[in-house]
């Protein structure tokens, strides 16, 4: 039972530069999104897609890209890494319907220096 | 929009103490309501889950039940161990406005048991 996998688990990142965050999930969910925790924050929402093809900006989009070719692929691009990124970063997947169970996976932590 | 606010932490408890931990909401419509934890170093998981009116979720002990004339969601076990020791939140999935893609977090607490 896979679930939702995220690599890499652990990265640490120079300012300016950019990688990619990996997300996939075999449950064959529509919905896909991008979160981040921050000490005291909660989670917030960074980008959502409501299907292949189909994405759209959440609460805190900016410095980061998304895109959505396959339904189980959901990567997150950092494309010029800053300090104030440093976070933990939390891939989910769910079903349509208000009452499904939002899926999430283990998280990868991102430090920025 | 939708908002969730929760008890603030630390909470430090001693094995076998009750727990409560309050949320309140604010939404439109009909949202459905959960509990996710997170123990140290790990991702969030699903405790329990309320997706109408007077419905009560329940999971390793934990109960929760969906008040909508209070706009509450509130946590507790009647009896903690020290495993239970981890960040808990609240969180609601709205039905909406085209919000239901998305949960909305409380800003979780602290949960520490000491033997």
């Known amino acids: 039972n896979a679930g939702v996998t995220q690599t890499p688990k652990f990265q640490v990142l120079k300012t300016g530069q950019s990688m990619t965050l990996q997300c996939a999930q075999d449950m064959n969910h529509e919905y896909m999104s991008w979160y981040r925790q921050d000490p005291g924050m909660g989670l917030r929402l960074i980008h959502y897609s409501v299907g292949a093809g189909i994405t759209d900006q959440g609460e805190v989009p900016n410095g980061y890209n998304v895109s959505r070719s396959t339904t189980e692929d959901f990567p997150l691009r950092l494309l010029s890494a800053a300090p104030s990124q440093t976070s933990v970063y939390f891939c989910a997947s769910s079903g349509q319907g208000t009452g499904n169970t939002i899926y999430f996976g283990e998280g990868s932590w991102l430090t920025v220096v | 929009g939708d908002s969730v606010t929760q008890m603030e932490g630390p909470v430090t408890l001693s094995e076998e103490a009750f727990l409560t931990i309050n949320c309140t909401y604010t939404?439109?419509?009909?949202?459905?309501l959960f509990w996710y934890v997170q123990y140290p170093g790990e991702g969030l998981q699903l405790l329990l889950k309320a997706t109408k009116a007077d419905d009560k979720g329940s999971n390793k002990g934990f109960e929760a039940t969906y008040r909508k004339e209070t706009t509450s969601f509130h946590l507790e076990k009647g009896s903690v161990q020290v495993s239970d020791s981890a960040v808990y939140f609240c969180?609601?999935?709205?039905?909406?406005?085209?919000?239901?893609?998305?949960?909305?977090f409380g800003k979780g607490t602290l949960l520490t048991v000491n033997p």
């Open positions: 969180a609601l999935r709205g039905n909406s406005g085209g919000s239901n893609y998305k949960l909305t």
């Open positions: 939404a439109t419509g009909y949202p459905s």
